[in-house]
Antibody
Framework: QVRLVESGGGLVKPGGSLRLSCAASGFPLGDFYMTWIRQAPGKGLEWLSYIGRSGTTIYYADSVKGRFVVSRDNAKNSLYLQMNSLRADDTAVYYCARDQVVTAGDSYDVWGQGTVVIVSS | DILMTQSPSSLSASVGDRVTITCRASQNISIYFNWYQQRPGKAPNLLIY???HLHGGVPSRFRGSGSGADFTLAINSLEPEDFATYYC?????????FGGGTKVDI
C-alpha cells in the first residue's frame, strides 16, 4: 500500500526549530520528486518546497527560503523538513506529497495525513 | 508568482445536482493545471491532472476542461462524499500556486 506518514510536529516557541519527517512505504522514494505543502488554520494550500530524486535539485517558497531546509534519505525511504527561526505565521498542518511528474507537469498524487505545527509563546 | 483565482468561493448544492467551479490563472499556463479535493479534516486528494486527466480511482462524474488561463471543474450528479473543498493548482512555473478553494456544501 502506497503511503506517506508525517511526524515531528508539535508546539514550539517563536524562534525555535522543528524537524519534520515523512516516511514513505509501498514505493521506492528515490524514484520520485517530493514536495512539502502546508495549510494554515482555516486557510488554503501553500507550496513550500520541492526536492528532486537525488536531492540535488531543491526549490523553496520565498516565505521559507533561508529558514527551512528540505532533505531526503532514499535508503531510509524518508523525507525531512528542518524548520528554523519559526514564526507564528508558520502555524499550520504540514503535508508531504509525492510528485508525479508527467508530460504535462507535476501533480501530487499521494499525500500524507499531515502533522500539526503550532508556533506560540 | 502566478495568481490562481477560483470562483465561487463557496456554493450550496444538493445530492444529484450538477455543479461547476472555475479557476482563472493570471497568465497562460498551458495545460499545467490540476484539481484537488479536500474533505474536512483530511489531506487533499488529487482529482484531475493536466486539465482533464482523471487520477486513478476518481469517478467519471468529475470532469475537467479548459486551456490557457481558464479552467473548469464540473461534477455531475453530486454524491454525499463530494461535499468538500476543491482547489485548483498551476505547475507551469515556480512556485506552484493554488487557488483559494471552493467549498461545496449542502
Amino acid at each position: 500500500q502506497v503511503r506517506l506518514v508525517e511526524s515531528g510536529g508539535g508546539l514550539v516557541k517563536p524562534g525555535g526549530s522543528l524537524r519534520l519527517s515523512c516516511a514513505a512505504s509501498g514505493f521506492p522514494l528515490g524514484d520520485f520528486y517530493m514536495t512539502w505543502i502546508r495549510q494554515a488554520p482555516g486557510k488554503g494550500l501553500e507550496w513550500l518546497s520541492y526536492i528532486g530524486r537525488s536531492g540535488t535539485t531543491i526549490y523553496y517558497a520565498d516565505s521559507v527560503k533561508g529558514r527551512f531546509v528540505v532533505s531526503r534519505d532514499n535508503a531510509k525511504n524518508s523525507l525531512y523538513l528542518q524548520m528554523n527561526s519559526l514564526r507564528a505565521d508558520d502555524t499550520a498542518v504540514y503535508y508531504c506529497a509525492r510528485d508525479q511528474v508527467v508530460t504535462a507537469g507535476d501533480s501530487y498524487d499521494v499525500w500524507g495525513q499531515g502533522t500539526v505545527v503550532i508556533v506560540s509563546s | 508568482d502566478i495568481l490562481m483565482t477560483q470562483s465561487p468561493s463557496s456554493l450550496s448544492a444538493s445530492v444529484g445536482d450538477r455543479v461547476t467551479i472555475t479557476c482563472r490563472a493570471s497568465q497562460n499556463i498551458s495545460i499545467y493545471f490540476n484539481w484537488y479535493q479536500q474533505r474536512p479534516g483530511k489531506a487533499p486528494n488529487l482529482l484531475i491532472y493536466a486539465v482533464s486527466h482523471l487520477h486513478g480511482g476518481v469517478p467519471s462524474r468529475f470532469r475537467g476542461s479548459g486551456s490557457g488561463a481558464d479552467f473548469t471543474l464540473a461534477i455531475n450528479s453530486l454524491e454525499p462524499e463530494d461535499f468538500a473543498t476543491y482547489y485548483c493548482q498551476q505547475t507551469y512555473s515556480l512556485p506552484p500556486t493554488f487557488g483559494g478553494g471552493t467549498k461545496v456544501d449542502i
